[in-house]
T-cell receptor
Framework: GNSVTQMEGPVTLSEEAFLTINCTYT??????LFWYVQYPGEGLQLLLK?????DKGSNKGFEATYRKETTSFHLEKGSVQVSDSAVYFC?????????????FGKGTKLTVNP | EAQVTQNPRYLITVTGKKLTVTCSQN?????MSWYRQDPGLGLRQIYY???????DKGDVPEGYKVSRKEKRNFPLILESPSPNQTSLYFC???????????FGSGTRLTVV
């Protein structure tokens, strides 16, 4: 079946540190891949997406590249800020059957200290 | 402003008392979906709809009902709520799911 595995948290970094949150997936065909962010007390916001292999999604200094060969979509940011503290979810939508459903990873909580 | 609006944001109710959580989107999206978020279990889909009068079960539909009589609205109905339905609920909509969903702000439901 379709699934997403992302690194367990929590992750604690100092401001201006480099961030990587690993995400790998299992799916048939070529799913679309997403990173969502959930700030405390809020809903999920789409952070970035990629719809085909080798696409790079980017937004607000965050980047992730769709790697078909390693079935990965790791989230990176070169210099995190305190305001980036949130829970990050990797997700996919499969292209074969059940294409309406987002399949989420468990989420990774990031805390950035000043 | 393009958005998905859920109401109420917070709700405390008693076991067995029917309730409805409303969801409305102003983006003319075809796809709408309900998710619940629980600690340790992540986000799970309850129901989804591909268009007016077209709905289908997600991963955890037991104890829930939905309807899609209008394109913009997708209410979630709990006919007889139980404590195991205490959760954070999100409604989401999309015009083309391959581009992702837009989520509402969530409804925190407590059933006592």
């Amino acid at each position: 079946g379709n699934s997403v595995t992302q690194m367990e948290g929590p992750v604690t970094l100092s401001e201006e540190a480099f961030l990587t949150i690993n995400c790998t997936y299992t799916a048939t065909g070529y799913p679309s891949l997403f990173w969502y962010v959930q700030y405390p007390g809020e809903g999920l916001q789409l952070l970035l997406k990629a719809t085909k292999a080798d696409d790079k999604g980017s937004n607000k200094g965050f980047e992730a590249t769709y790697r078909k060969e390693t079935t990965s979509f790791h989230l990176e940011k070169g210099s995190v800020q305190v305001s980036d503290s949130a829970v990050y979810f990797c997700a996919l939508i499969p292209t074969q059957g059940g294409s309406e459903k987002l399949v989420f990873g468990k989420g990774t909580k990031l805390t950035v200290n000043p | 402003e393009a958005q998905v609006t859920q109401n109420p944001r917070y709700l405390i109710t008693v076991t067995g008392k029917k309730l409805t959580v409303t969801c409305s989107q102003n983006m003319n999206h075809e796809y709408m979906s309900w998710y619940r978020q629980d600690p340790g279990l992540g986000l799970r889909q309850i129901y989804y709809s591909m268009n007016v009068e077209v709905t289908d079960k997600g991963d955890v539909p037991e104890g829930y009902k939905v309807s899609r009589k209008e394109k913009r609205n997708f209410p979630l109905i709990l006919e007889s709520p139980s404590p195991n339905q205490t959760s954070l609920y999100f409604c989401a909509s999309s015009s083309w799911t391959q581009y992702g969903y837009t989520f509402g702000s969530g409804t925190r439901l407590t059933v006592v």
